[in-house]
């Protein structure tokens, strides 16, 4: 699948900071005043900006808000409910913090169900892709649990700076293993071939194709640079995602510049990871062009 | 509604003959004359004359070899567009509504004033019969030429989707699947018309005929008879003339 930039930054930008929003409502990184204003506003703001950066590849951007129409089908749909809903909730929390305004136990109430509603939005964006079974190496449960791990990870890092931040981050280390491991077999599980797709027998193999230069559904879905790099990228996010942060909150003083540091590596990770979940995935209409 | 409408009776679809496709491209081209003008936004070239041109097609025909055992290789043409999927995951989903399947006779369409063009359904289609339009930004789709099948405007024997119409080889056949004593439906059952990558569940209308076993070896060269042909009148007499000399 292509590697849109805007989707890679949508995905890892909202997921950081809708974990890092759910931390926030949920009291983890106890702030008032400016501090509180810079925490609460990195929050929104990574979780706006990527919400944003996913409007960019549109190709009608301006009919954008139709997209909240279709919640009983299309996960894409629920998706932005879920996001507006939780941006809503976060907002008593913030405005308590930041302002100090006395609003006594029902603040409580609705971080709880901010910190609920961003893990449901997390859901929602993994579940745009876990959905596609045209999509074998995403139609798979890892991926929601990939994406929440993300989440989880970035929102403590960034919170919480210290022991439990690092366990977040070993786990999501734990899951991208389980993730990629799993992912390599579930295009040959998922018993697609080009027989299947042409009913044409087990001797059938492509003899000339239909088009001579590349069409959208080649330059869409048929993307082969990021499986030359794939073991390298698996690394890097291995590396950046998961074990560089980790040691990063272990050994470094709990506070911003820990933080700092460790978030910077962990969304070099994150962009490592999502470039590759996008080019290593292989769609089954690969097969018509003989691509797969 | 991007919901899918329960399964309709009527079932409008095609049904494509592997074995007389001769991949003329025909189709292709008058597909592509037909949704130029009339249904939607015109379906766009980007870089037409230029060194990488790119077009949105609805229809695109694949040329596959097989080599079926003890016979001779065969190449076989195959035509891919939207199969109208009664499941069709490519509805549920859009997040618009853009995206619906008629209730009335199962089409699958778009409505392009609430595309926003954002691919997903393009995603979901394992087929890959949906284009994104590079000019218009919305989703393009065959409509089985549904501007053509109800108008009342055509004579009657244009009343079909235009790759049909135009077929020089009557590979592409028009019709209601959803009635079992239709003229598709008894092709279908005759020929055992199959769906394509039937375990993904979208249970598709569009059916497929399989090419006929052909080119079985006889245990002699095809042309062995005629090698025997005794020649007569004028070419006879040169024939036993030259024997001679």
């Known amino acids: 699948m292509h590697p849109a930039p805007s989707v890679i930054l949508f995905t890892t930008l909202s997921g950081a900071g809708f974990g890092f929003l759910a931390c926030l409502s949920l009291g983890l990184l106890p702030a008032t005043g400016w501090a509180a204003f810079f925490a609460w506003g990195l929050a929104y703001g990574l979780a706006v900006a990527g919400l944003l950066a996913s409007t960019f590849h549109l190709g009608n951007p301006q009919r954008a808000l139709r997209a909240f129409t279709q919640w009983r089908t299309s996960w894409l749909s629920r998706e932005g409910w879920a996001s507006v809903t939780t941006l809503a909730f976060v907002a008593p929390g913030a405005a308590e913090a930041v302002f100090g305004w006395p609003t006594g136990d029902w603040t409580r109430v609705t971080g709880l169900l901010a910190a609920a509603m961003a893990i449901v939005t997390i859901l929602c964006t993994a579940m745009i892709y876990a959905q596609l079974r045209t999509v074998p190496r995403w139609h798979h449960w890892t991926v929601p649990l990939s994406f929440l791990s993300f989440a989880a990870a970035g929102g403590l890092i960034l919170a919480a700076p210290g022991a439990y931040a690092a366990l977040a981050c070993l786990i999501l280390g734990a899951v991208l293993m389980l993730q990629f491991d799993r992912g390599d077999r579930q295009f040959a599980l998922a018993g697609s071939t080009l027989a299947a797709a042409t009913g044409l027998g087990p001797s059938v193999r492509p003899f000339a194709p239909a088009n001579t230069s590349p069409n959208y559904i080649m330059r869409e879905m048929i993307f082969q640079v990021g499986r030359k790099h794939a073991l390298k990228l698996r690394g890097l996010a291995l590396i950046l995602g998961a074990l560089l942060p980790a040691a990063l909150m272990l050994t470094l003083p709990s506070g911003p510049v820990a933080s700092a540091l460790a978030f910077a590596s962990y969304l070099a990770g994150a962009f490592a990871q999502r470039w590759l979940f996008f080019a290593e995935a292989r769609h089954v209409v690969s097969h018509y062009y003989g691509q797969v | ?245």
């Not at chain 2, 099948?149 to 209601?176: K, M, S």
Request: aromatic residues 6%.
């Open chain 2, 1 to 245: 509604m991007t919901a899918l409408p329960p399964p309709s009776k009527k079932k409008l679809g095609l049904v494509i003959d592997l074995d007389t496709c001769v991949g003329c491209q025909a189709c292709v081209t008058a597909c592509k004359g037909w949704n130029d003008q009339g249904y939607g936004a015109p379906l766009s070239d980007m870089d037409a004359y230029g060194s990488s041109p790119c077009g949105t097609f609805l229809n695109r025909v694949h040329s596959f070899e097989v080599q079926p055992e003890g016979a001779e290789a065969q190449i076989i043409h195959f035509p891919r567009s939207c199969l109208h999927c009664d499941n069709a995951p490519c509805v549920t989903v859009c997040p618009t509504g853009a995206s619906y399947k008629r209730a009335e006779d199962g089409i699958v369409l778009v409505n392009e004033s609430a595309c926003i063009g954002c691919g997903l359904c393009a995603w979901a289609c394992p087929y890959g019969a949906r284009e994104l339009d590079g000019e218009a930004g919305v989703m393009k789709k065959c409509t089985l030429c549904v501007d053509r099948i109800y108008n009342e405007n055509l004579p009657e024997i244009d009343r079909q989707p235009a790759c049909v119409r135009t077929c020089p080889t009557g590979a592409r056949h028009f019709g209601d699947l959803g009635d079992p004593e239709s003229p598709v439906s008894r092709l279908v059952a005759e020929r055992g018309g199959y769906d394509l990558m039937p375990d993904l569940g979208t249970a598709p209308v569009n059916k497929y005929l399989p090419p006929r076993p052909k080119d079985r070896d006889r245990g002699a060269p095809a042309l062995a008879p005629l090698s025997d042909l005794k020649a007569t009148g004028l070419a006879g007499w040169l024939d036993r003339l030259l024997e001679k000399i």
